[in-house]
Nanobody, 119 residues
């Protein structure tokens, strides 16, 4: 059993910052790519950012230059530093990880954490 537990969401004013964390635990052999996705009300879930084991990152155009994804492989944790937040960043943010269990790779999702950007 593998679990992803997120933290760090909340209410912030436009222009503010938040840092999200997501830690994987359980029967993990290793973790390949990790990432953050978000889903706003009435919209489909969309990619925010991903990071490989080696640190290669990929960002949605809408967050480039404002968000930074990073990871601590020793702690099985991925972070999302969000700066210069805008009201359109309001969404539930989900962590995703490609987890290797014995010889198979499975994709797991966290429970989601709400981020609200509002004055």
């Amino acid at each position: 059993q593998v679990q992803l537990v997120e933290s760090g969401g909340g209410l912030v004013q436009p222009g503010g910052s938040l840092r999200l964390s997501c830690t994987a635990s359980g029967s993990i052999s290793s973790i390949n790519a990790m990432g953050w996705y978000r889903q706003a009300p009435g919209k489909q879930r969309e990619l925010v950012a991903t990071i490989t084991t080696g640190g290669t990152t990929n960002y949605a155009d809408s967050v480039k230059g404002r968000f930074t994804i990073s990871r601590d492989n020793a702690k099985s944790t991925v972070y999302l530093q969000m700066n210069s937040l805008k009201p359109e960043d309001t969404a539930v943010y989900y962590c995703n990880a490609a987890v290797v269990v014995t010889i198979h790779t499975y994709h797991y999702w966290g429970q989601g954490t709400q981020v609200t950007v509002s004055s």
